[in-house]
């Protein structure tokens, strides 16, 4: 939280890494889905599910099977010249991705 501006403020992904509590979690959805080993892009996804292990482990397994990913790979391949639905709960825009990008 930052006082000053009164607003929580975004804490870096690889601050975010280092947190005990998160590296238990990311271990626990590797444990589920073994050729995920991005730690970057499973904080992305903790993030966009509340921190809901369970659910970024369903969504991961739905992206897998719909061909989104390589899971071999950990690259999710999505279009950016249009909207696009990445996952069963969210579209994005070309906009929303490139925005995201920065996150990386």
């Known amino acids: ?3 000053t501006s ?23 959805i590797q444990s589920q889905v073994a050729d995920w080993t991005s730690s970057r892009e499973i904080v992305l996804a903790l993030r966009a599910h509340n921190y809901n292990p369970q ?9 897998e099977r719909a061909g989104l990913v390589h899971a071999s ?3 999710t391949e999505v279009p950016v010249s249009q909207n696009v639905r990445v996952s069963k709960h969210s579209c994005l825009s070309k906009a929303d991705l490139l925005e995201g990008a920065e996150l990386w």
Do not use: C, H, K, N
């Open 55 to 63: 659910l970024v482990v369903e969504e991961r397994q739905y992206e």
């Open 6 to 28: 009164g607003q929580w403020v975004a804490m870096p992904v690889s601050l975010e890494l280092l947190v005990p509590e998160v590296q238990t979690t990311i271990q626990a």
């Open 73 to 75: 790979a950990g690259v």
């Open 1 to 3: 939280f930052d006082a």
